[in-house]
Every structure is written in C-alpha cells, then in structure tokens.
C-alpha cells in the first residue's frame, strides 16, 4: 500500500475558518476566546474531503493520508496561550471527525496548543488526549512558535524535555513542522518552512539529544529542507564540531519525507539519503499547487518521481510504506486492527 504522511486540512469547512476569525477578533477585544463552535454537518465535511484530498489521492493512486490541521493557520504567534489552546483543540477534533468518516483512508496527527514563551509541558495534555482518546499517531511540533523570531530554545535543549519524555511514552513521532511566518524577511512555505527543516537537523547534529532519547523520533518534512542537497557541508561540520558520524548521531531517529517537487531533487534524496530514512510524503492539498509546466503534471504529485527511480522494488516498498509502519506504530497498529 502507498501511505502519504504529510497531509493537511486544507480545505476544511469554511466555518471552521469563521470561528477562527470570531476568536481573534474577540482576543483583541477582550471578549471570550472560545465562542461556540458553529454546527459544521458530516456531510460538509465529506465533501471538501471528497472534492479535494480523496479524488487526488485516488487519481494519483495512495491509500491512506496521515493527515493533520493546516499548518500554516495553527499560528502560535496569534494571541496568547489560552488561545492557542483552545483553536488547537477544535482543529484536533475536527481532524479526529475526517479521521472517523473515512477510517481506511485517513489517520490523525495533532497540532499542539504552543505558544511563544509558554513552557512545551502545557502540550502535553493535548498530546495525550488526541493518541490516547482521538486515536492519532504523531504531531506536528513547531521549534519555532514565536512565527519567524526564533524565540524558543533550540530543540535540544532541555527545555523540550518534558515534551519528549512523552513522546516517548506514548511511542509516536514528532514531525518538525513550522507555521505561517510574521516576519516578512521569511515567506512561509519558500523560506520559514525549509529553513526550518534544516535549522532542526543542524540542532539536532550540534546537541546530544539522541543520546538522552534514542527512540525518539522526528520526521523533518519537505525532503530535508536544504540537508540532502548539502550533505558534504553537514557530514563535514560533525566532523569538524567531534560529533559522531551522522548515521550514527542522528539518522536513527531522524527521517525525510519526499515533498520535493521536481524529479532531479528526489533523485537527489535519494542518492544522499539512505533508503530506510525516507517516507513518502506530498504535502497535498497545501504547498504547491500548480502544474509543472514542463512535465504537465501538478508540482506536488510526488509519486511520479518515485516510480520514475530506477531503484529496486522493495526499496520503494520501504519508501511507500514499510518506513512509516515503523517509524508510526500506532499507524502500524490500526492498519494490522483493519486486515492491513
Ligand atoms: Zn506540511
């Protein structure tokens, strides 16, 4: 089967969005910052989800989505903790109702009530009710709430700890995922998300982390960000820095997904990475949205490029598949639960 792990709630019902806004709008006010939610039906939800991420799954041919809310409108950066939380929480729920309506092709992934300056142990709560209650496999953790200030400490610091500590616990992985950026010098899906992705890994091969925490594990999304095309440049700086080789220091925790949208960049990954630490991924509908007008295909069809790697079959499977069974067991779990 195809499992694509990086997927988002893009086009969820346009309520959803106009209680975000009520929200807001009544934080700058000083009114209640968690106004009823409005009355969004099953079948409004069937069809954003049918109309979008379901058809394009079917056309390109996936089975099943590890999908989450939007990333670029969890906005830590908006209004304080408190508001954070609650927005957090009905984005989870509504994640746990797409989950509940196509249970063979969706499974949850939860974004996380932070906020700049509030300590990452207050997510822990919201973590523990969507695996534990929801049934979701992983989260989205955002190392920099603050939305392109880079406030927070970097990931290896034990300020993170607690947040780890049960991550461990309850066996799921983080994926290192950003929001949309407020500061203008970062647009959010070119600049904030992949300097993102390779500021995580260089944090992660500056510090210890995995020493502390040697089942931890963390999906670094958009193909790695800026690492696999600069591989030399970080195997180098471990060296440099007496850090273990990276395969040792930090690739048994650390894996990339394939949201690159061009052939000659997978094949790229590809080469550079070794096999066991890609998941596929398309980070559709979200990013990229357009056709390539070379090829004629949609920039963010990403598993033309895989079929296209002249690599052995069951190489492909690890990529498809067998990756993410590991590195999600809970994933792995539900599916063996469905006959899968
Ligand atoms: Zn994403």
């Not at 009114?31 to 954003?48: A, F, K, S």
């Not at 797409?98 to 949850?108: E, K, M, S």
Request: proline letters at 7%; hydrophobic letters at 35%.
């Amino acid at each position: 089967m195809i499992i694509d792990c990086h997927g988002h709630y893009t086009t969820a019902p346009a309520p959803h969005d106009a209680w975000r806004n009520a929200q807001t709008a009544a934080f700058k006010a000083g009114g209640d910052i968690d106004p009823d939610y409005p009355d969004i039906t099953d079948d409004e939800i069937r069809e954003t989800i049918e109309k979008n991420q379901l058809r394009l799954l079917r056309e390109r041919g996936a089975d099943l989505t590890i999908f989450s809310p939007r990333a670029s409108t969890m906005a830590h950066h908006i209004g304080n903790e408190a508001v954070s939380q609650a927005w957090t929480r009905r984005c989870n729920d509504l994640i746990k109702r797409v989950v509940d309506l196509f249970p063979q092709t969706f499974v949850g992934v939860c974004q996380l009530p932070q906020s700049p300056g509030a300590p990452i142990a207050n997510s822990i709560a919201e973590l523990e009710r969507c695996v534990k209650d929801l049934g979701f496999i992983g989260c989205n953790l955002n190392p920099d709430p603050s939305g392109g200030h880079w406030t927070s400490q970097p990931l290896t610091d034990r300020a993170w700890y607690p947040f780890f500590e049960k991550m461990v616990e309850l066996d799921v992985p983080a994926m290192i995922h950003v929001s949309g950026s407020c500061n203008p010098n970062f647009h959010a899906t070119g600049a904030h998300y992949i300097n993102a992705d390779t500021t995580a890994f260089m944090q992660f091969l500056e510090g210890d982390l995995f020493k502390d925490f040697p089942t931890l594990r963390f999906i670094i999304p958009h193909g790695g960000g800026a690492v696999p095309y600069h591989w030399g440049r970080y195997r180098g700086l471990a060296d440099m820095l007496k850090r273990p080789p990276l395969r040792e220091h930090v690739m048994k925790n650390v894996f990339f997904d394939t949201c690159v949208y061009h052939q000659p960049g997978i094949d790229l990954l590809f080469r550079v990475i070794d096999i066991e630490n890609i998941l596929f991924g398309s980070e559709m509908v979200g990013a990229v949205r357009g056709i390539d007008p070379e090829t004629g295909n949609y920039f963010d069809d990403t598993r033309r490029y895989i079929d296209a790697l002249e690599i052995p079959a069951e190489d492909k499977h690890k990529v498809f598949e067998l990756n993410a069974r590991r590195v999600y067991p809970r994933l792995d779990a539900i599916l063996r639960s469905q006959g899968r």
